[in-house]
């Protein structure tokens, strides 16, 4: 993120300092199993995603003597930079025309919910501002949950290391845990140009 000077230095130490939070797990969108496209659209990339929250324990049911409590899946946020995350869609007869993103179905396909909050759905946004909804992951656009925090947050990287603006935003909403999907190397290059 200090690339392209979004974020400028704020420290003369000569390496990083240490923050209390654990380091940011990462997904790369590369390897066997991945789709061609992007991050967004890859079902291995919402899978491997998925693992890192079952390591996390989200949705786990823990001890009653537990503490702090278990993470719920409404502890979760994954992040894009734009509206490019879209659900199923079925005909009248239920038929389903075209898919969810592939790595909401990668999650799903996991077992955890999750909940597409699409732009412009003042009440959904109202209903996670306030913990209403069901313990669903909620995944939407960075700037559709700007100014609300989780626990932890998925961002899916789209434009390659380059997005810092969206992993900022990303970054900014997280209070434990972050998780970066990246696109590979190739991608990058090509979405560069
Ligand atoms: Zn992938």
């Known amino acids: 993120m ?10 003369a130490a000569p390496c990083p300092l ?9 997904v790369r969108h590369t390897g ?7 991050p967004v659209d890859c079902e291995q990339c919402g899978f491997l995603v ?4 079952v390591e996390l324990g989200v949705g786990g049911t823990g001890s009653t003597t537990s ?25 009248a007869s239920g038929q389903v025309t075209r898919p969810a993103s592939g790595v909401l179905r990668g999650v799903r396909e996991a077992g955890i919910p999750v909940t597409l909050l699409e732009s412009g759905d003042e009440d959904g946004v109202r209903d996670v501002a306030t913990m209403a909804g069901p313990d669903h992951v909620i995944a939407t656009r960075c700037f559709d949950v700007q100014g609300l925090e989780r626990k932890v947050v998925v961002w899916v990287g789209e434009k390659g ?24 190397p190739r991608e990058v290059r090509h979405i560069q140009r």
């Open 67 to 91: 503490s702090p409590q278990p993470l719920q899946y409404r502890d979760v946020f994954i992040l894009t930079w734009d509206d490019s995350l879209h659900d199923a869609k079925s005909d």
């Open 18 to 26: 240490p923050c209390d939070g654990p380091a940011p797990r990462v």
């Open 161 to 184: 290391p380059d997005d810092g603006w969206g992993r900022l935003l990303a970054a900014s909403r997280c209070t434990s845990q972050l998780v970066w999907v990246t696109p590979p």
């Open 50 to 53: 998925a693992q890192i929250l």
């Open 32 to 38: 066997q199993g991945h789709g061609e496209g992007l």
């Open 2 to 11: 200090g690339q392209g000077g979004i974020v400028h230095s704020y420290t």
